[in-house]
Antibody
Framework: EVQLVESGGGLILPGESLRLSCAVSGLSVATNFMSWVRQAPGKGLEWVAT???????WYADSMKGRFTISRDNSRNTLYLQMNNLRAEDTAVYFCARLTDVWGKGTTVTVSS | DIVMTQTPLSSPVTLGQPASISCRSSQSLVRSDGDTYLSWFHQRPGQPPRLLIDSISNRFSGVPDRFSGSGAGTDFTLKISRVEAEDVGIYYC?????????FGQGTKLEIK
């Protein structure tokens, strides 16, 4: 069974950093396009970033330079390093193999 | 960036009646290889999105055949032939033909 389990969310102060993890089983992060998608409270879905098997990565404009997507093939885990967090980054962050496999999400709250 | 516009944003439907959601992209989603990456998702409160339709019209595994997708170029439609109670929630279209990937605003389906 394919499973994606996110972790690392929490309450954090503006300007601080956080790293999200996504433990993957049943598929290989090394050979799949893997992505992060977020959803602010009461809002729609927003694509965040994607990484492919060749370590190419793409980012939404509002996250470029602040967020970094990466993976550890040996741990079969996807990561999202988020720096200089803002209140508008508050959201549930989903790990996904777009389009067909999604985790349940981890909540990030940026607030003073 | 490609803007995805869904209509309507809210759709009250009678059980057993059909429903239709439109998704229009600001530019053609046809890639240079001829493929079109337009997907439809269903999301219930507190849950991750669930893939319904991939590549305009390919129903995902386990999705009831009352769901169908159609369209080409910039205009796409999701149809539910006979709405059931479990179909309530928010429906999103998403394009993955070009980075940055983008979602529609979402259409809330509710029962009259």
């Amino acid at each position: 069974e394919v499973q994606l389990v996110e972790s690392g969310g929490g309450l954090i102060l503006p300007g601080e950093s956080l790293r999200l993890s996504c433990a993957v089983s049943g598929l290989s992060v090394a050979t799949n396009f893997m992505s992060w998608v977020r959803q602010a409270p009461g809002k729609g879905l927003e694509w965040v970033a994607t990484i492919n098997s060749a370590y190419n990565s793409w980012y939404a404009d509002s996250m470029k330079g602040r967020f970094t997507i990466s993976r550890d093939n040996s741990r079969n885990t996807l990561y999202l390093q988020m720096n200089n967090l803002r209140a508008e980054d508050t959201a549930v962050y989903f790990c996904a193999r777009l389009t067909d496999v999604w985790g349940k999400g981890t909540t990030v709250t940026v607030s003073s | 960036d490609i803007v995805m516009t869904q209509t309507p944003l809210s759709s009250p439907v009678t059980l057993g009646q059909p429903a239709s959601i439109s998704c229009r992209s600001s530019q053609s989603l046809v890639r240079s290889d001829g493929d079109t990456y337009l997907s439809w998702f269903h999301q219930r409160p507190g849950q991750p999105p669930r893939l319904l339709i991939d590549s305009i019209s390919n129903r995902f595994s386990g999705v009831p055949d009352r769901f169908s997708g159609s369209g080409a170029g910039t205009d796409f439609t999701l149809k539910i032939s006979r709405v059931e109670a479990e179909d309530v929630g928010i429906y999103y279209c998403m394009q993955a033909s070009q980075f940055p990937y983008t979602f529609g605003q979402g259409t809330k389906l509710e029962i009259k």
